[in-house]
């Protein structure tokens, strides 16, 4: 997994007018067009199922659906729609300026890829072709992407309410874990592969950022808790001040210096009273001085 989010990073950085600059503008002006034009269409086939992706359509030469099905907006009302285009433009433009048109162009299209290889398992499996309209996987993996990048940056929920990024990533999460579950409970588990391969893309790009994560907790999860004791710990870097700015020291039993006697090791004495500094020879064998001692 490093080594693939390496050679993205590295081609990336080798190409980087690589792909489709602005690209969320477009997408989220297709997406404004394919809902006036389904809203105002009458009879026949809408504008949606022309541009869906199934593996049908696609098997029978309509390639153009590998990447139509992108430009199909999720939303039900003109409000939802205004609200989830001004959202994802503004989440894709900011990946876009972090990232460059490169790396953000690559994200895109991974995260359609994979949606696209999810489909095309499930749709093997259970012998139906399964469409896919618009690209809400995709969607929240960028939304995912700028949660991690930026977890503080706060939104309106409902115009009033400021919520941070992250708490809405969470919530997100939670509601996919619980789409993955009914799935599994409903007992057509291979459907969850869908949602599952769409997020791949977001695991590629943040795996070393995931890595790093997962083994700082094991870190602290395996490190004993210590007990400082601010007295002892005060008089050792007391200690040690004094004995790094002092150039001078005396053996307190026999009263050679470091000076007289520089091949001799001077060293203090933790459980003497003050600081009381003593050669090599007498570091081990001294009597102990006390607070009545001069």
Known sequence: MNKLNRAIDRFCILH???????????IVICNV?????????????SLSSLLCFTTSAVAQGQVWRLVTFALIPDARGPLQLLISCYFYYWIGTSLER????????C?????MLFTLLGTTI??????????????????????????????????LLFFIIPIKIKYLAYLDLAFFAWSIFGYISAGVWFYSIIPVMALLNFVIFFWPEMQRLLNIKKV?????????????SAAGVKREARQANSGLRKCAVCGRTNQT???????YCSRCAGYRCFCSDHIFSHVHFTDDQP
């Open 220 to 232: 602290q999860a395996g490190r004993p808790a210590r007990t400082v004791h601010f007295r002892s």
């Open 107 to 111: 994200y895109y299209l991974g995260g």
């Open 261 to 267: 006697n520089p091949e001799l090791d001077f060293r």
């Open 33 to 45: 067009g394919v809902y006036l034009l389904d809203m105002f269409s009458t009879g026949g086939a």
């Open 98 to 105: 972090q990232w460059g048109t490169a790396k953000f162009f």
């Open 122 to 155: 499930v749709s093997i499996m259970t012998g139906f072709p399964i469409p896919v309209y618009g690209a809400g996987y995709v969607n929240f993996a960028m939304f995912l992407a700028f949660a991690a990048l930026w977890p503080d940056a706060q939104v």
């Open 16 to 26: 980087p007018h690589f792909g489709v600059p602005n690209l969320m503008l477009y």
